[in-house]
């Protein structure tokens, strides 16, 4: 007979395993996380039922191969009173550098911002999706940089005015970088920053038909976008 492993229903998760957490104010990412059946999620002991509730209704929602991720990584949630640990609404934490698998230990914290149902949608695909981007291969994500580098002119206007905001980061220090005056590592970490946001929000803008931080002035072919998210990433959304 084969063997069917049933994930557990309570795990411990401590530095050993989470060794990201070990600035002050992460170690609360620390302690017991529970299984809720009905989503495959784990939760923070503390989460109350109606938190729990909003996260599973709008998790259904997302990409069947996100919740698979999810599942399959073993992605713990808690909740903030108002902004998270690293000062956002909701906040996805992993450490990618980490081996084997189980060290890696990715987190997501949503804040109360997030955690309303206007918003919720947006912000769980969003920090879902840079999941999904880490977990890719480089050669995968690097086929995907180079898309929007190519396709994203200097009068471009992404999809939010948060990633607007990585964009013209990008921009400032690309110039600079031609001109020899910015160190190679500060640019290639404003090129990263920018194309892994990028990816998650116009991953979120295309979850929620109206998402309420998409820019007015948005000039991306969200279309092209997501033919290349099929070809580099082999997402289908
Ligand atoms: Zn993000």
Redesign the pocket.
Known sequence: MKKISQPAKSIYIGPNQRLWAMPRHYQRFWGWYELDHRSGLYFAKEASAEQIALIRANFKLLPQCFQELCRQWKVTFSFAEGATASGNAST?YADFSRQPDEYISPHIEIGSVSLRPETILAHLG??VA?LFWRSRSESQRRAYRAFLERSCGTTCVEVTDYVQGYFEEYLASLKKFRQNKVHPNLHDGNFLRWT??SF??TVATMLVGTHPDRSENCSIDVAERLVEMQNSLQLAL
């Open positions: 996805f969003h920090e840079h892994e946001e998650c929000d």
